[in-house]
């Protein structure tokens, strides 16, 4: 396996997501009390929880795009009540801002630039962080996001975007995910060596490997370093 670049999921990878959807959706709840009472009283956090998952399901064309769903979201709930598209950008802002304010694994930070300064990394999501806002833009060549791409993990073609952008086959590009559908799967469909990020320690339930598993970044970096030094 010769390694010449990294693809890197980045939600459950980088940093739980879980705290951070949670954060934003009560600092959306916060701002739309402050700005719009009448949706906030009419949809508290766990009733627009719902009203997204119902435009999610009613919009499975948007199934890429988290963005979108979220929009369309706040449209439904901000619309009838008669605030317009500034609105609906308004309160999107607030529920972003807070969807960037990430707290990465302790590992993370330390092996990203231990990664970066041995091979190009590409951030590979189907969430919509932005890597700018977040501060970890300039250790990365490129992202790629589902939205921007028009597909998300696991179709094959995400990935072979990824390849494409570094100019690279990609049987040299090591993909690393938590997730053993979106990213183990999706990156053995489109012919990238994989790597299972496997935080928790959960036993392996599908019927092919992982070419890796790590329990952490730190163990990435290690093995890139062992494997380059070879």
């Known amino acids: 396996m010769q390694i ?3 693809s890197l999921d980045l939600d459950d990878t980088l940093w739980p997501i879980a705290p951070i959807v949670l954060r934003a959706e009560q600092r959306l709840h916060d ?12 949809y508290p956090v766990a009733q627009m929880r719902l009203l997204r998952d119902r435009i999610a399901l009613e919009n499975p064309h948007l199934a890429h795009d988290f963005t979108a769903q979220r929009k369309l979201c706040l449209g ?6 008669g605030y317009g598209e500034d609105m ?33 990394l590409i951030s590979l999501s189907n969430g919509n962080a932005d890597l700018g806002r977040i501060g970890l833009r300039h250790l990365f060549a490129d992202c790629v996001t ?7 993990k696991p179709a094959p073609e995400i990935f072979l975007e990824a390849c494409r952008r570094l100019d690279l086959a990609p049987a040299s590009v090591l993909h690393v995910g938590d997730d053993p559908l979106l990213d183990v799967h999706g990156a053995r469909t489109a012919g990238l060596p994989c790597a299972w990020l496997n935080r928790h320690g959960t036993a392996w339930q599908q019927a092919q490997r992982p070419d ?10 290690d093995w890139l370093d062992y494997k380059l030094a070879a």
């Open 88 to 120: 609906v950008e308004a309160a999107f802002d607030a529920f972003y801002a807070a969807r960037n304010e990430v707290e990465l694994y302790a590992d993370a930070l330390p092996a990203l630039q231990r990664l970066s300064a041995r091979v190009p």
């Open 146 to 152: 589902a939205r921007e791409f028009g597909q998300a």
């Open 4 to 6: 010449k670049a990294i």
């Open 212 to 221: 890796l598993e790590f329990v952490d970044l730190t163990e990435l970096a």
């Open 31 to 42: 701002w739309l009390e402050q700005h719009c009472p009448a949706v906030a009283q009419a």
């Open 76 to 81: 439904a709930a901000l619309n009838p009540h």
